[in-house]
């Protein structure tokens, strides 16, 4: 055993303990002091380096919580590690420019569907219900709460369900979740690793895109005017049939109630059977009542209920939550319920008192006059252009399909919007096919566009598509 | 075609266009108005109703709206549906009693061990950031945001992880998620389907019930005092081996420098293979340096570091992350990055600021001291017994494992304990193989129970466990 002659510097912050632990974690990884060696004790090591006992205790403890060195009682400290143990940083850091997504748009218009409006979110209540909820007496809330989604929500959703969607379902069949997304993670892991998924094609492409990063079968299943075709259902024979009946993402189109009735039929033949209704934003309807849900016509106990507060309220908060028939909410409670819930304690709560206190319902009114305005005014402005472009599902929803017959490809009519600042997504982006219709189609997400800037973003756009044609020119000389 | 002779009640809430549509939706599922058969004009049945067109068209709309009725032009309005559609309530309400838990407990004291103080939370920093963010001027947050999470919250980890954990990586490498049961599924779907995992056993439990939730092989592997063994990884033969190193849970074992660089070199061997390190609390550690992230020796690019603020923070906050090497991560980027995030970008940017301001390390540097504190309590609580009581892993983090020689079974031990208001978890509750140790063993997660109540809950537990031995009694008689 040899000594260690380490100096120490006192004139920097480095404590000399940790100094020391570097010193000999060195001598190790380079080879200098080599397993089995033995480490001079404490106390000699101290009265060599004139430290204390206790800064080379510190040192060596370091050394064996971290596997270099280790206590033998009564025969001292040994060297556990052999050289060639260099740390070095991690290989995995890309150059920023590598990978870091230029974030440089000239997009002025974004007619994104997922897009909502943002200008009139009550801010002034949500933040008096955060500045509620985050408060030392609610401390208990900082733990992990009940993993389907705290019960004061749970309870909220489910009169909300009953009010707005005729729907009785008692909170302990309602999951909550941190989106869409999170909640089929779950849902499909309660299915047989066999089942057959059918989608709405075109439809909503994040669904499919979800169920194909899984090793499941995924068929496109044909859509007319009168919804999903139930027929080809029966012959493709599918497990489970992803549908948005009250309002067709992204044709606008509602299932006909005979076609609820086949489809419903259908699901009650095989045990196996499930339809999950995805009911993304039945709350924006501008004409009439709402469109009941499936769910409420769903006798057998087929229907998977998926409702979010992504387009009611807004995306980013990331709460959507799903409502289980009983076989199925008692194979997530022996199999599932070991997760924890994925969203916040903290905003659940906020959530429920913004419903309890009928702020959310106050907000759905007031959003439905506003994007009522927006649709009406687009209606408008597209009318002079009505010989070729027309407006398919306007009534409802938060977004619209323009058929453009202008002689333009799809790809044509992205590229002229793009050009001119002006963001519109083609309808083969939400087909499992990539089909292509003819005329072909644009969807226009208007939620997000402010309604003052609707008139320069939709003539802008339809400039662009339909060069001015003699009715307009007719109109401009008059 | 016959005249409807709807009875409307003029003195009622309910608009009269929706009396009426009730009455022919009625008439419709109940038979008498047959699949096919003419509705009245709008203007026949207004006059014969005496009341508006306007209202007959509404409540027409949402007949055909629904697909109940058809408007053909020129000819009229048609049934086009057969009866037998009557509306039902969905059967999956369970009555409450049936799947609604009771919730009453006699508990007084609960070492979970995801617990955390919650006592001492800044509550005000936390509510003042809060209040910053739910702003109007920052309305854009309400849209959705960046899959991987907020660059401003990515930046604050590469920050926190480069000072706290050794570890370079760029934000652009992080992945944010709501909590590692949604990022682990996120990363499974990144590895073929017939990868074999390996997870320590004893281990986090959680995790094995989400391999195994999946259709993969799960293997338990061995755990030693130096941490886990790699010799058998070799022999297994895994794909991706899932490790707590700088804290093994539930033992508290550091994983040795000389394993850390054996499971390196395993793993730099085959492209497949991947090792998942889990951080899950090396903030807490109370003597000495923190321990190095395995992640920080990684050359090879092999290591895929997951960290959460369930511990550092709060576990209701669900807020955690990984951080993936470059070839997971190009493939996420291709394959997985149209899941959107799964954090609302709202609390991602108080937990940002609140990183930014320092008040996280702040926060740290205090909980350090109390839950050290709270750890010196308990052993001196548990000094007297300590012929029968062992406390294993008592250096770091919010749980220890007592190891209790008293006669009785794990199961026994638990009783006892709940029978006095006490909650503790078993030690075979965290083995993938239900393995019972002798002598066995129980996790103690201590960080929960308030520091003044630590003497009472800590000696009645060991008190129902150890009656009064001589070495006690001896005690209390002087």
Redesign the interface.
């Known amino acids: 055993m040899e000594m260690l002659s380490c100096h120490l510097n006192r004139d920097t912050d480095l404590p000399l303990?940790?100094q020391l632990?570097i010193y000999i974690k060195n001598e190790i990884t380079e080879g200098r002091l080599e397993y089995g060696s033995k480490l001079p004790s404490k106390r000699k090591l101290a009265d060599f380096l004139n430290i204390s006992q206790n800064t080379v205790e510190?040192a060596y403890?370091?050394l064996i919580?971290?596997?270099?060195v280790e206590s033998l009682p009564r025969k001292g400290y040994f060297v556990?590690?052999?050289g060639?143990?260099e740390?070095?940083?991690?290989?995995?850091?890309?150059p920023?420019h590598e990978?870091?997504e230029e974030k440089q748009s000239t997009i002025r218009y974004n007619f994104h569907p997922?897009?909502?409006d943002?200008?009139n979110?009550p801010?002034a209540q949500?933040?008096k219900y955060?500045?509620n909820t985050?408060?030392?007496q609610n401390?208990?809330?900082?733990?992990?709460?009940d993993a389907q989604g705290e019960f004061a929500l749970r309870q909220e959703i489910s009169n909300y369900l009953y009010h707005a969607r005729?729907?009785?379902?008692?909170p302990?069949?309602i999951i909550v979740g941190?989106?869409v997304?999170?909640l089929l993670?779950q849902l499909l892991?309660l299915f047989n690793?066999d089942t057959i998924y059918g989608v709405e094609d075109p439809g909503y492409h994040?669904i499919s895109?979800?169920l194909k990063?899984?090793?499941n079968d995924v068929y496109p299943l044909e859509v007319d005017d009168?919804g999903i075709q139930v027929e080809p259902i029966e012959k493709a024979n599918p497990d489970v049939v992803y549908v948005t009946p009250s309002h067709h993402f992204p044709y606008g189109t509602?299932?006909?109630?005979?076609?609820?009735?086949q489809l419903l039929n259908w699901a009650a033949e095989q045990e196996s059977r499930y339809i999950i209704e995805d009911d993304y934003d039945s709350e924006f309807r501008y004409?009439?009542?709402s469109?009941?849900s499936l769910?409420?016509?769903?006798?057998?106990?087929k229907?998977i209920y998926l409702g979010s507060f992504s387009k009611s309220l807004?995306?980013?908060?990331?709460i959507s939550y799903m409502?289980?028939?009983?076989p199925l909410?008692k194979r997530y409670?022996r199999?599932?319920a070991?997760?924890?819930?994925?969203?916040?304690?903290?905003?659940q709560h906020i959530l429920a008192q913004f419903m309890k206190e009928g702020d959310f319902e106050r907000h759905l009114n007031r959003m439905r006059k506003i994007y009522r305005r927006k649709l009406e005014k687009i209606s408008e402005l597209v009318k002079p252009y009505e010989e070729t472009v027309s407006i398919i599902g306007e009534?409802s929803g938060l977004h619209i399909v323009l058929s453009v017959n202008n002689g333009m490809c799809e790809d044509e009519l992205v590229q002229k919007a793009t050009a001119a600042g002006i963001k519109v997504y083609p309808l083969s982006g939400y087909s499992l096919g990539k089909n292509y219709e003819n005329p072909p189609k644009i969807i226009l997400g208007f939620a997000?566009v402010p309604e003052e800037e609707l008139p320069t973003a939709i003539t802008n756009l339809l400039e662009v598509w339909v060069p001015v044609t003699p009715r307009n020119l007719s109109k401009t000389e008059q």
């Open positions: 303990y940790e632990y510190t403890d370091q919580a971290e596997g270099y556990m590690a052999s060639d143990l740390y070095v940083q991690a290989a995995d850091v890309p920023n990978l870091h997922s897009w909502v943002t200008e979110f801010f949500w933040r955060a500045k985050i408060d030392k401390h208990s809330l900082l733990l992990l709460g005729g729907m009785q379902c008692s302990e069949a941190a989106g997304e999170v993670q892991l690793k994040l895109r979800i990063s899984f090793p009168e509602v299932l006909s109630v005979n076609r609820r009735t004409t009439g009542k469109i009941p769910k409420s016509m769903d006798q057998a106990g229907v807004i995306p980013s908060l990331r409502v289980l028939p009983k909410l409670k199999e599932l070991f997760y924890h819930s994925s969203v916040s304690r903290i905003d009534r997000g």
